[in-house]
């Protein structure tokens, strides 16, 4: 979990894509801001000025493949490969 909390550090202040399983066919697709990692978690900043969230994922989930996780582009998948 060590080596995700480090790639993560890496990559704060830039754009992600959350996609978590939340079972029977539905996933949870979400685009935000990389806004910080902790030792067990890290925060991603979703929505605009007016309306702003925070989303708290563990790196367990990233392990798990409960949640994947794409900085960047969609399309490309750095931190999910990693619970393979």
């Known amino acids: 979990m060590s080596d995700i909390r480090k790639d993560l550090e890496l ?3 830039e754009k992600v894509w959350l ?9 949870l ?5 990389l806004e910080s990692t902790y ?8 929505g605009d000025q007016h309306n702003t969230s ?3 994922v563990s790196y367990a989930d990233l392990l798990t493949q409960s949640v994947e996780l794409c ?9 999910a490969s990693f619970g393979k």
């Open 71 to 79: 900085i960047g582009a969609p399309e490309q998948r750095l931190v």
């Open 19 to 27: 996609k978590a399983n939340r079972g029977r066919r539905k996933a």
């Open 39 to 46: 030792p067990y978690h890290f925060l991603v900043r979703t």
């Open 54 to 56: 925070r989303l708290s």
């Open 29 to 33: 697709v979400r685009e935000g801001i």
């Open 11 to 13: 990559h704060i202040g």
